[in-house]
């Protein structure tokens, strides 16, 4: 065939493929009788009430000398480790807000941190395009620099985000700007799949955040540059589960909803939204304007334990909307309340029992949020 | 060498030899190589237009998948009675009088000072904290593009629907609600970027003024996070005191 015909059959495709997805979208809207916030207001749900001194800031963690990029808990014993433009991962005992170590890293442009589920070692990566992994159990010299235990390289572009696959201390997923999805295998250092890329069906824009199921670790999400989120199977590696489509800006940020079954994302376009994983469908757009019009970037979000509180951070000063995910409406503040961050939150984690939330900001440093009010018979 | 068919002199060389004038012959004019085929472009080309018809037969079962499928409210039911089921630590539950700050609570202790925070879980505690903020009149009109929203002043935007007028700057109104102008097929980028550019919202890609001239060049120290909103500039040799501008 002559590359001219090439061309055509290109062309032809390409009419077709828009054709098809065209339909699928309008198939899909047909499906949407009703979301979240409505089906829940029909149904008389009590809206969630603070108080104003529910939610309070119980600790905060100061060390950072640089904005803090990446935090994550340890599934147990209440750790947490961060990373921050200071080119430092800390760990912290969340407790006692002390420092357990202080690692110098070799690249110092890091962007995501994880801690792996045995808590013994942690993982980082950022414009180095490499992911290094640390055991803490390593001596650090007088500069507090801890040897790399492994590297992990091969992305053609940054890293953006890592998580440890649940129970899973020889396994972790990484995302890129390269467009792709990696799952390395720590003990050899090696790909063990490549989600998407340039002959294969995923993302076409930067991956920029993955969040690996809790109930099923063969599944995890991505969120992209290309507005969408994709849903992976590690199992078949070739070409996406499912496309999520419907943001209007780069999805920054994924996460699982705690049944499973769902997850949230978080948009330059200003909203988060949530999706259901087996039907494809969009179940709720939380989205609040703000007063000069423009849309907020979400820069990170988490859900609290059952899921009825969604954690959003906002790319101004120091907002983070608490949305009540049934009723679709913003219950809180945590900018506004006593002894908030003065800075851009650029990151959210949940704790693993669902107690407290620590938040972590371009002021540098990391709060720990809990519920700090009666519950009271009404 | 056998010969080809070449131009010499505006003339052709074959086997059997011509005669060529002695004098004043031309300077030798070489041809453009022959069009050799470009196997790469062509199997690039093929493996693509491969990756079209696969994804048209995903794409396909995907639209099958579909018409099999439950409406949302099914989906927005299961969600709602997971949530209802499974009880919140972070949530102001209305239970039996009781403090329950799990393994948090020992964080909780008296305000020491005026100027301490403190962890109300003692009645005595007084934290002062701002109210979230409202609008404590019953608006009835609003000012500018607000509108009224029961007893509070909504921050949505109300800006008249007709099309937008095309624009040289970025219109400030979302269109979330449907109540907003937009421009979706106009660009309205900044036509420069400097060091703090901020990201376009322009939607037509091919439009020029969607890429950012930077005025100091990337010399690819490192591929910057959604490297199409900022100029990211960086000399190798030197440390890069912020290489990546926005996303740092």
């Given at each position: 065939?002559?590359?001219?015909?090439?061309?055509?059959?290109?062309?032809?495709?390409?009419?077709?493929?828009?054709?098809?997805?065209?339909?699928?979208?309008?198939?899909?809207?047909?499906?949407?009788?009703?979301?979240?916030?409505?089906?829940?207001?029909?149904?008389?749900?009590?809206?969630?009430?603070?108080?104003?001194?529910?939610?309070?800031?119980?600790?905060?963690?100061?060390?950072?000398?640089?904005?803090?990029?990446?935090?994550?808990?340890?599934?147990?014993?209440?750790?947490?480790?961060?990373?921050?433009?200071?080119?430092?991962?800390?760990?912290?005992?969340?407790?006692?807000?002390?420092?357990?170590?202080?690692?110098?890293?070799?690249?110092?442009?890091?962007?995501?941190?994880?801690?792996?589920?045995?808590?013994?070692?942690?993982?980082?990566?950022?414009?180095?395009?490499?992911?290094?992994?640390?055991?803490?159990?390593?001596?650090?010299?007088?500069?507090?620099?801890?040897?790399?235990?492994?590297?992990?390289?091969?992305?053609?572009?940054?890293?953006?985000?890592?998580?440890?696959?649940?129970?899973?201390?020889?396994?972790?997923?990484?995302?890129?700007?390269?467009?792709?999805?990696?799952?390395?295998?720590?003990?050899?250092?090696?790909?063990?799949?490549?989600?998407?890329?340039?002959?294969?069906?995923?993302?076409?824009?930067?991956?920029?955040?993955?969040?690996?199921?809790?109930?099923?670790?063969?599944?995890?999400?991505?969120?992209?540059?290309?507005?969408?989120?994709?849903?992976?199977?590690?199992?078949?590696?070739?070409?996406?589960?499912?496309?999520?489509?419907?943001?209007?800006?780069?999805?920054?940020?994924?996460?699982?909803?705690?049944?499973?079954?769902?997850?949230?994302?978080?948009?330059?376009?200003?909203?988060?939204?949530?999706?259901?994983?087996?039907?494809?469908?969009?179940?709720?757009?939380?989205?609040q304007a703000h007063g000069d019009g423009e849309n907020l970037p979400v820069t990170s979000i988490a859900f609290?334990?059952?899921?009825?509180?969604?954690f959003a951070g906002y790319a101004n000063n120091n907002t983070c909307y608490v949305w009540d995910t049934l009723?679709?409406?913003?219950?809180?503040?945590?900018?506004?309340?006593?002894?908030?961050?003065?800075?851009?939150?650029?990151?959210?984690?949940?704790?693993?029992?669902?107690?407290?939330?620590?938040?972590?900001?371009?002021d540098s440093n990391l709060k720990i949020w809990a519920f700090g009010g009666h519950r009271r018979v009404t | 060498?056998?010969?080809?068919?070449?131009?010499?002199?505006?003339?052709?060389?074959?086997?059997?030899?011509?005669?060529?004038?002695?004098?004043?012959?031309?300077?030798?004019?070489?041809?453009?190589?022959?069009?050799?085929?470009?196997?790469?472009?062509?199997?690039?080309?093929?493996?693509?237009?491969?990756?079209?018809?696969?994804?048209?037969?995903?794409?396909?079962?995907?639209?099958?998948?579909?018409?099999?499928?439950?409406?949302?409210?099914?989906?927005?039911?299961?969600?709602?009675?997971?949530?209802?089921?499974?009880?919140?630590?972070?949530?102001?539950?209305?239970?039996?009088?009781?403090?329950?700050?799990?393994?948090?609570?020992?964080?909780?202790?008296?305000?020491?000072?005026?100027?301490?925070?403190?962890?109300?879980?003692?009645?005595?505690?007084?934290?002062?904290?701002?109210?979230?903020?409202?609008?404590?009149?019953?608006?009835?009109?609003?000012?500018?593009?607000?509108?009224?929203?029961?007893?509070?002043?909504?921050?949505?935007?109300?800006?008249?629907?007709?099309?937008?007028?095309?624009?040289?700057?970025?219109?400030?109104?979302?269109?979330?609600?449907?109540?907003?102008?937009?421009?979706?097929?106009?660009?309205?980028?900044?036509?420069?970027?400097?060091?703090?550019?901020?990201?376009?919202?322009?939607?037509?890609?091919?439009?020029?003024?969607?890429?950012?001239?930077?005025?100091?060049?990337?010399?690819?120290?490192?591929?910057?996070?959604?490297?199409?909103?900022?100029?990211?500039?960086?000399?190798?040799?030197?440390?890069?005191?912020?290489?990546?501008?926005?996303?740092?």
């Amino acid at each position: 065939m002559s590359v001219s015909e090439l061309k055509e059959r290109h062309a032809v495709a390409t009419e077709t493929v828009n054709s098809l997805r065209d339909k699928l979208r309008q198939r899909r809207l047909q499906l949407l009788d009703t979301d979240v916030a409505k089906y829940s207001a029909a149904q008389g749900r009590s809206p969630v009430k603070f108080g104003a001194t529910d939610l309070v800031c119980c600790r905060t963690l100061l060390g950072h000398t640089g904005k803090v990029y990446s935090l994550d808990w340890t599934p147990e014993r209440n750790r947490i480790v961060s990373a921050s433009q200071d080119g430092r991962l800390i760990v912290w005992n969340a407790l006692t807000s002390q420092k357990t170590h202080a690692i110098k890293l070799p690249c110092a442009w890091v962007m995501t941190c994880a801690f792996s589920p045995n808590g013994q070692t942690v993982a980082c990566g950022g414009l180095d395009s490499v992911c290094s992994i640390f055991s803490l159990s390593s001596t650090a010299d007088k500069d507090g620099t801890v040897p790399v235990s492994r590297t992990l390289s091969g992305h053609r572009g940054y890293v953006s985000c890592c998580q440890y696959v649940p129970n899973e201390d020889a396994h972790l997923i990484t995302s890129s700007g390269d467009q792709t999805c990696v799952l390395w295998d720590v003990t050899t250092g090696l790909k063990t799949s490549v989600f998407g890329g340039e002959f294969q069906s995923g993302h076409t824009g930067d991956v920029l955040s993955v969040s690996i199921s809790g109930s099923n670790p063969n599944w995890f999400i991505s969120g992209s540059c290309d507005t969408t989120a994709c849903l992976w199977d590690t199992r078949a590696a070739s070409r996406a589960v499912r496309t999520f489509h419907g943001h209007e800006g780069d999805v920054n940020t994924v996460k699982f909803f705690p049944d499973g079954y769902r997850f949230g994302t978080g948009s330059d376009d200003g909203t988060c939204r949530l999706y259901d994983l087996r039907t494809g469908h969009q179940l709720q757009v939380y989205h609040q304007a703000h007063g000069d019009g423009e849309n907020l970037p979400v820069t990170s979000i988490a859900f609290s334990a059952s899921g009825r509180l969604l954690f959003a951070g906002y790319a101004n000063n120091n907002t983070c909307y608490v949305w009540d995910t049934l009723l679709g409406e913003v219950v809180l503040d945590l900018g506004e309340l006593q002894d908030s961050h003065k800075n851009r939150i650029s990151c959210l984690g949940m704790s693993a029992d669902g107690s407290a939330l620590c938040t972590g900001s371009w002021d540098s440093n990391l709060k720990i949020w809990a519920f700090g009010g009666h519950r009271r018979v009404t | 060498m056998a010969s080809t068919s070449c131009s010499v002199g505006g003339e052709v060389a074959g086997e059997t030899g011509l005669a060529l004038a002695k004098s004043s012959l031309p300077p030798p004019r070489p041809k453009s190589p022959p069009p050799y085929p470009d196997l790469y472009g062509k199997r690039r080309e093929a493996a693509r237009v491969q990756m079209l018809e696969r994804e048209i037969g995903f794409l396909e079962g995907e639209i099958k998948f579909v018409e099999g499928l439950q409406p949302s409210s099914r989906c927005c039911k299961e969600l709602s009675d997971f949530v209802v089921a499974n009880s919140d630590p972070m949530i102001p539950a209305q239970r039996k009088s009781r403090r329950h700050c799990r393994f948090w609570k020992w964080l909780c202790f008296p305000c020491l000072s005026v100027a301490s925070f403190c962890c109300c879980c003692r009645p005595e505690c007084s934290c002062h904290l701002r109210k979230p903020k409202c609008c404590n009149s019953t608006c009835c009109s609003c000012v500018g593009s607000k509108c009224c929203n029961g007893s509070c002043c909504s921050n949505s935007c109300c800006c008249p629907k007709p099309s937008c007028p095309k624009c040289l700057s970025c219109p400030s109104c979302s269109c979330f609600l449907g109540c907003c102008c937009s421009c979706p097929d106009l660009c309205c980028c900044i036509p420069t970027c400097f060091r703090s550019c901020s990201r376009p919202s322009c939607l037509n890609k091919k439009s020029s003024c969607c890429s950012c001239n930077c005025k100091i060049k990337w010399s690819s120290c490192f591929k910057c996070p959604k490297l199409r909103l900022c100029c990211c500039f960086c000399n190798c040799k030197n440390t890069c005191s912020n290489p990546c501008c926005l996303a740092f």
